[in-house]
């Protein structure tokens, strides 16, 4: 289960902690960070399957223009939008941006886990299906193996 990574994005720190060591303690590889900015610049160095992510963050970046920049760096991770702020438009907005969820807090870690878990499941039916097809590409064109990326 250790390839399955997680990033949590959310500026109350309590909550954040908190739901990165209960993931921990299950021993899921989850980090977290505070801010939308914090969180583009990571998913820029390292992968993650599954984003948790604060809607409603102080600062430059909210969590839906977050969402935008993280589907730009990594368009297959998948991303729970989380808020305290129940608003149908922002949810609306965050699902035709590519969310793969939409949580209203206090979420019940159970529920945020079996969110996780499809969430997971998806992008790894989605990464298959590129492996796939990147295998029957290179039995029909042995030759382009170093042609192209």
Not at 29 to 56: P, Y
Request: hydrophobic content about 45%.
């Amino acid at each position: 289960m250790d390839m399955f990574r997680i990033l949590v994005v959310d500026d109350e720190v309590d909550f954040l902690e908190t739901i990165v060591n209960r993931l921990q303690k299950r021993k899921l590889n989850a980090s977290g960070v505070t801010s939308g900015e914090e969180a583009v610049e990571l998913l820029q160095k390292e992968l993650f399957d599954v984003v948790i992510l604060d809607i409603k963050m102080p600062g430059g970046m909210d969590g839906i223009e977050a969402l935008r920049e993280i589907k730009k760096i990594q368009p297959l991770v998948e991303v729970i939008l989380l808020t305290g702020h129940a608003s149908v438009e922002t949810s609306i907005e965050g699902m035709k941006l590519g969310a793969f969820d939409y949580c209203l807090k206090p979420i019940k870690f159970e529920d945020l886990l079996q969110k996780m878990a499809a969430a997971f499941s998806k992008k790894s039916t989605h990464d298959k299906k590129i492996r796939d097809a990147k295998i029957q590409q290179l039995i029909r064109h042995p030759g382009r193996v170093f042609d192209q990326d």
